[in-house]
């Protein structure tokens, strides 16, 4: 079964850093195009970018763009999500996603 595991989320102030781990097994990850989401409180999801199995990222969010950064180590079957700069408006549940399945996801709170 696919299975995605979410960590590294917390609590922070405004203009820190954290960076969020998804732990992949189940599936081929090396060749799995992976996706990050988000949605915030009362907001819908938010398709915040991915990233190609050869590590070429797309990034859909123009808020997050030059603050978040997408990365993936394939040997390891990790997806990564470096948040910086954070905002208060960057706070609720991020999860890491392939195009069938889903995380159960790791909460941001920034304050």
């Not at 079964?1 to 850093?17: I, M, P």
């Not at 819908?44 to 180590?73: C, M, Q, W």
């Not at 991020?94 to 995380?103: F, H, K, Q």
Request: glycine share 14%; charged share 20%; with cysteine.
């Amino acid at each position: 079964d696919v299975q995605l595991v979410e960590s590294g989320g917390g609590s922070v102030q405004a203009g820190g850093s954290l960076r969020l781990s998804c732990a992949a097994s189940g599936f081929t990850f090396s060749t799995t195009t992976m996706y990050w989401h988000r949605q915030r409180p009362g907001s819908g999801v938010e398709l915040l970018g991915n990233i190609d199995h050869k590590g070429r990222v797309a990034v859909y969010t123009p808020s997050v763009k030059g603050r978040f950064t997408i990365s993936r180590n394939n040997a390891k079957n990790i997806l990564y999500l470096e948040l910086k700069g954070l905002k208060t408006e960057d706070t609720g549940m991020y999860w890491c996603a392939t195009y069938r399945s889903r995380g159960q996801g790791t909460q941001v709170t920034v304050s």
